[in-house]
């Protein structure tokens, strides 16, 4: 569904990606792996069109994507659910859910969707009418996700979705991912929790210093020592 | 009692179009942080649009009006994709140097179309004023007011409740989010500095025939513009109102019982307390562009 292929890019001077190979096939969730600074964030950027790529390919159900505009990406089906999770502060949360839909042209589908978010996430329905900066920081991550959503994408790309929560509230977070793919929508995921994301991940690819030192299936990177030692704590 | 009733209706004449001036501003800072030391010359193209349309073309107040928007906002759009698009990602100081250049420009270029001589710009209103009460007021001025009144109320509208405004808010708030969404970013920031340059362009074609129509009659409309933006903090749409509206009170009552000489510095003497008590405004709050 997805394939990098040699991808670089960076910001200025700075190279944050390498030659980056990976890829996430229909219907999987594939999780990232990396100490901070490693250039998750800026693959993820750099595949929903935010960051430019210098060189290297991405290609989306057949089709070349990179260096298209982020609009372009998402109305080719790729949401991308930010780091931090940066709902629009001073919109309201039904505002906010409205933007997932920016790109959207059907109006009755849009309202359904609305409705199946809010049914999913009743805490969002409450407060639809505040201000999304006013939320605790696992609603924001509600509307975060909820708002990817609204696009109806069939690739989500999150960043760090456990960042900032409180430990009941990671895993909600991770059951409402898993439900998502189980929905059917494929899952891209970055994560620091390395061992809660594995333990939900068909593959995971491990990054250093914006290339993948490592990848295959979850539980085959579980028992990796170099993973244990790294990532899991030992 | 009937003195100050009278001034405050005139500082509200005079606030109004201020209130315009400043939210064309203050949209355009808070959108695309550029401090845009032209918009005073969309006023005076708002002005001199306004005198064409009604003077040689004959056309009906409200038609001349919406003349000068057309104008503001065109040429706005242009201005954006010839000058402001191009740099975008530069240094806010280069970016004021290009919009000090464009107000020279344009400056320059309306005194070679129009010549240095003030005009006055004909209008359909009746001269005797209006009694209302207590109150006098010529028709030109009712209208003036109530047509401000109306503008900032569809401007609130577009900003506050469509689509555009939404996706203008969310720009304001988080750039790279809002890309994310699908919001096309160039394309919002072409339609802001239409938005903001079309609002100056009104203000002129609305207080121009109040007062002259002169070259350099946009100068004192940027100061005034800076100052609203200062009373109400920027980007903030509601702080722009209402400090457009407390200026034009103040000039007036300035006017009316100090000296009508003061008219201009007591405006600036108001900026320069608030600056010392509220630095980030009279009506500061969190929120901004809404
Ligand atoms: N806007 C930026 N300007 C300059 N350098 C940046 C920028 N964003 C990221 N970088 C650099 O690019 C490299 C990769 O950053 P990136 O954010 O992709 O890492 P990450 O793996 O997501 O890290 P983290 O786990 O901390 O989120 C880092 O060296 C970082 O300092
Ligand atoms: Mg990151």
């Known amino acids: 569904?997805?394939?990098?292929?040699?991808?670089?890019?960076?910001?200025?001077?700075?190279?944050?990606?390498?030659?980056?190979?990976l890829e996430v096939q229909q219907g999987e969730l594939v999780c990232l792996l990396g100490?901070?600074?490693?250039?998750?964030?800026?693959?993820?950027?750099?595949?929903?069109?935010?960051?430019?790529?210098?060189?290297?390919?991405?290609?989306?159900?057949?089709?070349?994507?990179?260096?298209?505009?982020?609009?372009?990406v998402l109305r080719a089906g790729i949401a991308h659910c930010p780091e931090g999770r940066r709902v629009f502060p001073y919109l309201t949360v039904r505002e906010n859910l409205a933007m997932g839909a920016y790109v959207r042209r059907d109006g009755a589908a849009i309202a359904a969707d609305l409705e199946r978010v809010y049914a999913h996430f009743p805490i969002l329905a409450d407060r639809r009418?505040?201000?999304?900066?006013?939320?605790?920081?696992?609603?924001?991550?509600?509307l975060a996700i909820g708002r990817a959503l609204m696009a109806r994408p069939r690739l989500i790309l999150f960043d760090e979705p456990s960042l900032g929560l409180a430990p009941t509230v990671v895993e909600?977070?991770?059951?409402?991912?898993?439900?998502?793919?189980?929905?059917?929508?494929?899952?891209?995921?970055?994560?620091?929790?390395?061992?809660?994301?594995?333990?939900?991940?068909?593959?995971?690819?491990?990054?250093?210093?914006?290339?993948?030192?490592?990848?295959?299936?979850?539980?085959?990177?579980?028992?990796?020592?170099?993973?244990?030692?790294?990532y899991l704590g030992g | 009692m009937e003195q100050l009733l009278q001034h405050l209706v005139n500082g509200l004449v005079?606030?109004?179009?201020?209130a315009l001036l400043g939210i064309g501003l203050t949209l355009i800072f808070g959108l695309m942080s550029v401090v845009n030391f032209a918009h005073g010359e969309f006023y005076t193209l708002g002005a001199y649009a306004a005198f064409a349309a009604l003077a040689w073309a004959g056309l009906p107040f409200v038609a001349a009006l919406l003349a000068a928007i057309a104008a503001g906002a065109l040429l706005g759009a242009l201005c954006e994709r010839a000058l402001l698009r191009p740099l975008r990602g530069h240094s806010i100081d280069t970016i004021m140097l290009v919009m000090i250049g464009v107000w020279i420009a344009m400056q320059n270029?309306?005194?070679?179309?129009?010549?240095?001589?003030?005009?006055?710009?004909?209008?359909?209103?009746?001269?005797?004023?209006?009694?209302?009460?207590?109150?006098?007021?010529?028709?030109?001025?009712?209208?003036?007011v109530l047509t401000a009144a109306a503008l900032i109320g569809l401007a609130?509208?577009?900003?506050?409740?469509?689509?555009?405004?939404?996706?203008?808010?969310?720009?304001?708030?988080?750039?790279?989010?809002?890309?994310?969404?699908?919001?096309?970013?160039?394309r919002i920031h072409t339609i802001t500095f239409a938005f903001g340059s079309a609002l100056a362009a009104a203000a002129g074609a609305l207080l121009g025939p109040v007062f002259l129509a002169y070259p350099s009659m946009g100068d004192l409309a940027s100061l005034k513009a800076f100052s609203v933006v200062i009373l109400g903090g920027l980007g903030n749409l509601a702080g722009a109102t209402l400090g457009g509206l407390l200026l034009g009170v103040a000039e007036e009552l300035g006017a009316g019982y100090v000296s009508s000489g003061y008219r201009d510095a007591v405006g600036f003497v108001a900026i320069i307390l608030v600056l010392l008590f509220r630095p980030a405004g009279l009506f500061a709050r969190a929120e901004r562009i809404g």
């Open chain 1, 1 to 21: 569904m997805l394939r990098l292929e040699g991808l670089r890019a960076g910001y200025g001077p700075i190279e944050a990606l390498r030659g980056l190979d």
């Open chain 1, 35 to 72: 100490a901070n600074g490693a250039g998750k964030s800026s693959t993820l950027r750099t595949i929903s069109g935010l960051l430019r790529p210098r060189a290297g390919r991405i290609v989306f159900d057949g089709a070349e994507i990179q260096g298209r505009d982020p609009s372009d």
């Open chain 1, 129 to 142: 009418r505040q201000a999304a900066g006013t939320l605790s920081g696992g609603e924001q991550q509600m």
């Open chain 1, 172 to 230: 909600t977070t991770f059951e409402i991912i898993a439900d998502i793919r189980r929905d059917g929508t494929t899952v891209l995921m970055v994560e620091q929790n390395a061992r809660l994301a594995l333990r939900m991940a068909d593959r995971g690819y491990v990054m250093e210093s914006g290339r993948i030192v490592l990848s295959g299936a979850a539980r085959n990177l579980l028992a990796d020592d170099h993973v244990r030692a790294a």
């Open chain 2, 14 to 18: 005079l606030g109004g179009t201020y």
């Open chain 2, 109 to 144: 270029a309306e005194l070679l179309a129009w010549g240095g001589v003030a005009r006055s710009i004909p209008h359909p209103f009746p001269t005797a004023p209006l009694t209302l009460g207590p109150l006098n007021i010529a028709p030109l001025r009712l209208f003036v």
């Open chain 2, 156 to 186: 609130w509208l577009l900003i506050q409740k469509t689509r555009l405004g939404t996706a203008m808010r969310a720009t304001f708030q988080d750039r790279d989010t809002a890309a994310l969404m699908g919001v096309p970013i160039g």
